[in-house]
Each structure stands twice: as C-alpha cells, then as structure tokens.
C-alpha cells in the first residue's frame, strides 16, 4: 500500500519507529502492547482533520499506558468519561512537546464541528448537555464552542487542565460521574413529601358514616400508618440507571467510524422531474371551479333544508352577517399591518443602500472651493452614489392538509397579509397550496385518463431499475395568490379563502400532507421563476404543520429504507445508507425513511443550489401534545430534553408572542401559537376621569401590545430585506 507523507510524520513525531499501518479499520487506533498505530482508508477527509487525528492517536501511543484500561473494566459507565479526560490529558501534553501542532489541531476540530461531528447541531440550548459533554467541547474547540460553566463545574473544568497523569485522570472521571449523578436524581426524582396521601385517605375514611367511627381504632390507624410507610420505602429505594454517557465523544466516534466505513453501500438518489399531469392549477382556474360566496350562502342553505328539512333563516342569516363583518373588519386591520411592513421593509432596504454608498467626485468645479486652491486640491463637486437594490421575489407553500384544520383560517389570513405585501412593493411572488385532493372534483372519465397515464409512468420507472424516488405522485398545487393577479381577483381570492370557505368546498378539500412532493416540484422549477423575473434575493416561505409524506423509490422499495442487505456475491450482511446528490453544487444529502429528515434535505438542497433564505411558520394550538408534535417534526435529529424545549418556547411565547427555533432546516422557523398570528393596532383610550396612575398603567399595556404583536413581523421583514 502507498506510504504517505502522514504514516512517517506519526513515525517522526512518536520518536520511536512505529509500526503504521493502513487499514479497512473504523477509527484510528493505538495498540499499547504492539506499539502499532492503524489509520483507517478516511474518505472525505481534509488535510488538517487527518492531521489531528494521527497527532491525537501519537499522544496516546506517547502518554496513555496500560493502567489507563482498568477502571474502564471494573467500571464500564466510566468509559466516555475517561476517554474525554484523556483526550484532554494527552492532546495538552502533545501541544506542550511540539507547539507546531497547535494550530494544525485547532482548525481540524473546527472543522469537525462545522460538520457536526459532535452531534449538537440539534441542541437547542448547549445548558442541556452533562457536564464532560460541555468539558469534551470547550478542550476540543475553545471558546468558539459556545459552551458556558457555572461556579461549581469551573472546578472541575481547571482540574481537567491540571491532570498530569493517569491517575489524575481516573479520580476525576469518577468524581465528574457522581457529580452528574448527584445532578440527575435533583432534576429528574420526584419528592416523596410531594406525593398527597390525604387524598387517599379521605376516600378510605368516605366509605364509613361517623355512627361507626369507632371501627376506626388505633389497630385500624396504624395499619394505614404503617401502609403509607412502606409505600414511601418502596418508593425511595427504587432506582434505575440513568444514561449518563457522554453523547459528544459517542457521536464523533461513530462519524469517524462512517467515514472509513468499507462495509456500507452509500446509495446515491435522483427525483423524478418528467411529471406526467399540469401540477399547479392556476389561480383564474381555482376562482373558476370554486364557488364565490353568494353561491357558497345558496348551497349552504340547500343542504340544511335536505339534511335537516327546515332552516331558521334569522340565525342563518345572522351567521352569515357576522362572518361578512368579520371579514371587513380583518381587511382593514390587514391594511394597516401591511402598511407597516412596507414602512419597515423599505426603512431596511433604504439602510442597506445607505450602507454600501460611495462618495464620488465629479467633473465640475465647485466654485465655493476656489478660494482654497493653493491650500487644498479637492475642488470638485462630489456626489452620492447609491447602489442599485436586489430585486426581490417569494415563493409561499401553504399546507392545505386535514391536520391544519383547526389552525386553517389563521394561517391563511397570515398568508394574505404577506401576499398583499408583496403585491404592495412590488415583489414577484406566489403562493402554492399543496394538496391530494384536487383530482376530487373532476369528471370520472377524466379521473381515470389521469390515473392511467400515471400508471404506465410508473411502470416505465419501475423497468428502467433506476435510483429515482417517486415525486411525481399525486399532488397538485393550488395557486392561490400571484403578482399577476388584478386586484379584483386578489379581492375575490381573499373572499373565496374566509367567507366561502375553500378549503370546505369538493375538489378543494383539506386532505393529505404531499410536502415534499411539493418541496422537489420547488427544487426543479424555482430556477425558472427566477428566471423569469430576475430576481436577485428569493424568499421561499412554508406555512405547515411539520410533516410530510414520506417519498419512496419506484424500483428497489423493498430494500431502499433497510438498515442491511445480504449480498450473495460476499456472503455477507452489509449496511446501507441512502443519498441525494446535487448534480450543480456536487454536494451530497442524507436521504433516509424519516419524512422530517427528508423535508430539512430538501430545503437545504433549494438553499445551497438557489442561495434563497427559507423561512418557516408552524402555527400550533398551546398544549403540550401539539408543542411535542411540533418539536419532533421539526427536530428530527434532536437529542436534548424535549419536555425543556417546550418550556422555553412557552417563555417565549409569553415573551414574544411566538417561537424561533433553530436548526430546523431553515433560516428561520417560528412556532407560532393561534392567539398570535394578529397584529394588533388598537388605540390608546383613556377615560377622562381616570386618574394619573390608571392612565400609566393603560399607556404600558398598550406598548406592551403592539411591541409584542409586530416582533414578529420585524424578523419577518430582516429576512426578507
């Protein structure tokens, strides 16, 4: 096997000659006996991160000796432990003999966590990490790690700088263990003296009227003492082991081990962009096919009086005048928000301009300078140059599935203020609803002239044994809102969407999720929009309630989602791991079963192909059902505490109105809870008799109001300017 220049710099920097062997191994390794060092066939690996790591592996075969294997063998639990400390030991003495190696194994773990390999990209707050996971960071990366220590962990962070020797490092694993433990039954044990036992006691005592309390003597006393006792004993003395393993030096360890993985088949995937049917139905044909509000009222009422037999007409028609108010009402509060997102949105532009502005001179004399020729030479007059701006557009995905039922209107009154927004500056843009259900309102033939053309596609795909995963199912996307819409027809849309109630209507019922169906049809036509308008800064925005359907293959269904496969030409089980690769950028994506992991691959492939900010909106119902839900469509690789996640989105609920996440595959994703999606623009109202202490405390609440409802759309407009 060829000998690089890394196998003699391990020979040189060990000062003894070692044996360096390459090798189809899963991690680079030191043998203390045989004194060989075994570096794995890396794939993918940049000069400095292999540089550090047969640098980390010299100081083991230097520093780590075989006392270092007993404690892990007598106590298994302390193995992550010791390995972090001993990383930390033995990269400091390393450092010490050749100083040269300093910034060589800086940029390497930089670049290790630029690619996640410690697996906290998910991690909302690093607080939630143990204590050797935050020490494992900190002596890695640095400051750069963002991670933070209280008082009583700075103890144990300046004992891991001070360990010199091996059994420095043995005491302290053990000591940073009971620590974490200590730490865990604080946080996660429940009190007994919380547990009420007067409940139970009064349902015993109910079931004895007071002539017989007699019965109730000191023998029968004592034995519901007695009884509480031992379920407070039972209670205390039960105990399970908790997971306390260092979760950082696990998930770097399985990333080098992919890495040099040879026995894995890395599949690579395409999407399927030959659509066999017209995916978007326009926005003329949606106004077409749907009924407008006065018929909506008439059909409405036919199906009362055929279902029911009778009708009362006053409380029908007291409904509909209700529902016409409300929808007056929100347009004219929707006016005066979109009035002031075009403020914001060109006070940013504005500043952005200033900001990248140059002074030029011109080619004439400014005669009020003359004066001055002998003592200076800047006679000229000059001029501002203002750059010209981006030209802007947005693309909108709205969820028009059955689970965004009871979240449906809000979410939809949110989408016409950012339509009329953009309709406002100017901005290309469209807004696409993604459904199942359009196919509902066709005739049968025509049904089956779609489903058929569908099938032979299908079995064209299916013959080619091709890596093609199936995106071309049946979706369709409703164009509810374009810039080249007249706005009679934006007006008639708004009218279609609140009081006519769309998405109620056959053909345009809510149904199922084709997200990332919806996602790739974005990936393989955005460019052209554009194109089109030549737009410098896209904006593609997802309003959804998380997750999608999850897209299959045509050929290979069967094993594309299987952990392993036999092959029968090595008679061996080997791991399978799935990809899509951008054939533009050459980047590659995970690609497995899990519908959220799809959706996040998806929007990154659109972001780094398009360079276009991605935003999202979940608006949720406040209950920790839905907040769970949310998280983990969102958060598919998330490792932390979720019941801690919701916690603190609630803070910022109360705080903000609503939730920032991060790292969930776009530039921003807010959580959103029902009650916040209006902005609130009332007046300040003050009676004239009240007195000086209610006018200040009416004057707080109304700032409080409307700084709480327009942060939302101050992020907003930061994105999008």
């Given amino acids: 096997m060829e000998i ?21 191994a899963q991690t680079a390794s030191f043998d203390i006996v045989s ?5 794995p066939l890396w794939k993918n690996m940049t000069p400095e991160i292999e540089d550090m790591l047969i640098a980390h592996e010299v100081g083991h075969a230097l520093y780590t000796g075989m006392e270092y294997m007993a404690p892990i063998k007598e106590s298994p639990k302390l193995k992550t432990y010791m390995n972090v400390l001993e990383d930390v030991r033995i990269e400091k003495l390393i450092k010490r003999t050749y100083p040269g190696l300093r910034k060589r194994m800086n940029d390497g773990y930089k670049q290790l966590i630029e690619r996640d390999f410690f697996g906290i990209k998910q991690i909302q707050s690093l607080d939630e990490l143990l204590l050797i996971d935050k020490i494992n960071l900190y002596y890695k990366v640095g400051f750069s790690s963002g991670v933070s220590f209280t008082a009583e962990e700075k103890v144990f962070v300046d004992r891991a700088e001070k360990t010199e020797t091996i059994n420095d490092v043995i005491k302290l694993a053990e000591d940073i263990y009971n620590y974490s433990l200590e730490k865990h039954k604080e946080t996660n044990t429940i009190s007994i003296d919380d547990l009420d036992f007067d409940d139970a006691e009064d349902e015993i005592d109910a079931d004895y009227d007071e002539d017989d309390s007699d019965l109730l003597d000191e023998e029968y006393r004592s034995a519901k003492d007695s009884e509480k006792t031992g379920y407070r004993s039972s209670m205390e003395t039960r105990e399970t082991e908790p997971d306390l393993q260092s979760i950082t030096d696990s998930n770097m360890q399985q990333k080098l081990e992919d890495l040099a993985d040879t026995n894995t088949i890395y599949r690579y995937w395409s999407f399927d962009n030959k659509y066999v049917n017209q995916v978007v139905v326009d926005y003329k044909s949606v106004i077409k096919q749907s009924l407008c509000h006065r018929d909506y009222i008439a059909q409405q009422r036919e199906d009362i009086l055929k279902y029911y037999g009778s009708i009362s007409e006053k409380c029908f028609d007291d409904n509909n005048k209700k529902n016409e108010e409300n929808y007056i009402k929100f347009m004219k509060e929707t006016d005066r928000t979109v009035n002031y997102l075009v403020k914001e ?57 059955a689970s965004m039922q009871h979240v449906m209107r809000d979410t939809v009154e949110q989408v016409i203020s950012l339509s009329l927004f953009c309709k406002r500056v100017n901005i290309p843009f469209q807004v696409l609803a993604f459904t199942t259900a359009y196919l509902e309102q066709v005739s049968s033939e025509k049904k089956q002239e779609i489903f058929t053309r569908a099938k032979e596609h299908v079995k064209i795909m299916v013959e080619s044994k091709k890596n093609v995963m199936d995106s071309n199912s049946n979706f369709h996307l409703l164009e509810l809102f374009s810039n080249e819409m007249t706005m009679s027809e934006f007006t008639e849309m708004t009218k279609r969407l609140l009081l006519a109630s769309l998405h109620k209507q056959p053909g345009f019922t809510l149904s199922g999720t084709p997200l990332n169906e919806a996602l790739v049809w974005v990936y393989n036509n955005i460019g052209s ?59 590659i994506y995970k690609f497995d079963n899990q519908n959220s992991q799809q959706t996040i691959s998806l929007l990154s492939m659109i972001k780094d192909r398009f360079n276009i900010n991605t935003v999202g909106f ?22 932390g505490n979720f019941n801690y996640l919701i916690e603190d989105w609630r803070k910022q609920f109360r705080n903000n109105g609503f ?32 007195s000086a202490k209610s006018i200040a405390k009416s004057f707080t609440s109304f700032l409080s109001v409307k700084r709480t409802s327009r942060i939302l759309l101050n992020r907003f407009i930061n994105v999008v300017a």
């Fill in 345 to 401: 949105f060109e006070m940013k532009k504005s500043a952005s301009l200033y900001k990248r502005a140059r002074i030029a001179k011109s080619g004439s004399l400014n005669l009020n300078k003359l004066y001055a020729y002998k003592l200076r030479e800047d006679l000229f007059k000059q001029v501002m140059i203002l750059p010209k701006g981006k030209n802007h557009g947005m693309v909108m995905l709205l969820d028009w599935s």
């Fill in 529 to 587: 929009f554009i194109k089109k308008y030549n737009i410098e800064k896209t904006t593609l925005i997802t309003l959804t309630d998380g997750e999608g359907h999850t897209l299959i293959p045509y050929y290979g269904s069967e094993q594309v989602y299987c952990s392993k496969i036999w092959m029968e030409d090595t008679r061996k089980w080997v791991r399978v791991k799935n990809f899509i690769k951008d054939d533009v950028t050459q980047k």
């Fill in 659 to 690: 939730s920032l996440v991060k790292n969930a595959g776009r530039d921003e994703l807010y959580i959103i809870p029902c009650s916040s999606t209006k902005v609130i623009d009332k007046e300040l109202q003050i009676d004239s008799d009240s």
């Fill in 4 to 24: 690089k220049a890394t196998d003699i710099s391990a020979r040189l920097l060990a000062t003894e000659n070692l044996s360096v062997v390459r090798a189809n």
């Fill in 35 to 39: 004194r060989v060092l075994t570096i």
């Fill in 618 to 639: 979940h608006i949720a119902e406040n209950h920790k059902r839905m907040l769970m839900y949310a998280a983990q469509s969102n958060l598919p690789d998330y490792e």
